[in-house]
């Protein structure tokens, strides 16, 4: 998934499971281990180089709260959603303003933090969906 505005973009990447060889989830017993994915993120910002870090920081279920909430503001059903997650910290905002849609990602490493927000049309916010979809279905809950 990449999401950018002028000055700064965030790039993530789905490396693998954290533990690709934990014991999968039954009903009615989620397994965190085999459910962590491990990310690659690169932050890039104006006059800088790029900064890679790689961190387990969203569980699939995560994942799939994130696209299924922004999914419900480009559908008109909600004007407004905000997730924080942990390992290490992840905060998401969408909100919606008339047509278009302010988007922030904030994410937190250790004493480096970046925050790359923008507005983005409709199209922009579904085609951010379709990307963070992406990443879902190429690792999905197991």
Same mark, same amino acid.
């Not at 060889?21 to 690659?40: F, I, K």
């Not at 690169?42 to 569980?59: D, I, N």
């Given at each position: 998934?990449?999401?950018?505005?002028?000055? %700064?973009?965030?790039?993530?990447?789905? !490396? =693998?499971?954290? #533990?690709?060889?934990?014991?999968?989830?039954? @009903?009615?017993?989620?397994?965190?281990? +085999?459910?962590?994915?491990?990310? =690659?993120?690169?932050? %890039?910002?104006?006059? #800088?180089?790029? +900064?890679?870090?790689?961190? @387990?920081?969203?569980?699939?279920?995560?994942?799939?709260?994130?696209?299924?909430?922004?999914?419900?503001? +480009?559908?008109?059903?909600?004007?407004? $959603?905000?997730? =924080? #997650?942990?390992? @290490?910290?992840?905060?998401?905002e969408a909100e919606r303003h008339r047509d278009d849609f302010l988007v922030s990602f904030? !994410? $937190?490493?250790?004493?480096?933090?970046?925050?790359?927000?923008?507005?983005?049309?409709?199209?922009?916010?579904?085609?951010?969906?379709? =990307?963070?979809?992406?990443? #879902?279905?190429? $690792? @999905?809950?197991?």
């Amino acid at each position: 998934m990449i999401f950018k505005n002028d000055t %700064e973009s965030l790039e993530w990447k789905i !490396l =693998q499971y954290q #533990y690709p060889d934990a014991e999968l989830s039954r @009903p009615g017993d989620y397994s965190y281990d +085999a459910n962590w994915l491990m990310l =690659q993120v690169c932050h %890039e910002r104006e006059g #800088y180089g790029p +900064a890679v870090f790689r961190e @387990p920081f969203l569980l699939t279920y995560e994942l799939k709260e994130l696209i299924d909430e922004l999914q419900k503001l +480009a559908d008109g059903e909600s004007f407004h $959603y905000k997730g =924080q #997650y942990i390992e @290490p910290v992840l905060e998401v905002e969408a909100e919606r303003h008339r047509d278009d849609f302010l988007v922030s990602f904030d !994410l $937190y490493f250790d004493n480096y933090e970046m925050m790359v927000a923008d507005t983005v049309s409709e199209e922009g916010l579904r085609s951010l969906i379709r =990307q963070l979809s992406d990443l #879902y279905n190429a $690792y @999905p809950e197991r």
